[in-house]
């Protein structure tokens, strides 16, 4: 188990073994879920090319997308 500390922004440092296990880079996506015993952080899939990959995700942006055009008309 590991401890990390909560900066002055609410920045927070992963530990480098963690990182380099879940393939967390700088610029990394992560998904943030808040759960009745804390804080879960996700690695979001990488982005190749501009295009998210996963077929499901991309589906769901594009699907998002078309709403917020539907709504703006």
Do not use: C, F, N
Not at 17 to 36: A, C, N, Q, T, Y
Not at 52 to 64: A, K, M, S
């Amino acid at each position: 188990m590991y401890q990390i500390k909560v900066r002055h922004k609410g920045q927070v440092t992963l530990p480098a073994e963690l990182r380099r296990r879940l393939k967390i880079d700088e610029g990394s996506l992560l998904e943030v879920e808040l759960r009745p015993e804390g804080i879960l952080l996700k690695p979001l899939p990488p982005i190749e090319g501009g295009r998210v990959v996963g077929e499901e995700v991309y589906r769901e942006v594009i699907e998002d997308l078309e709403k917020l055009r539907r709504k703006w008309r």
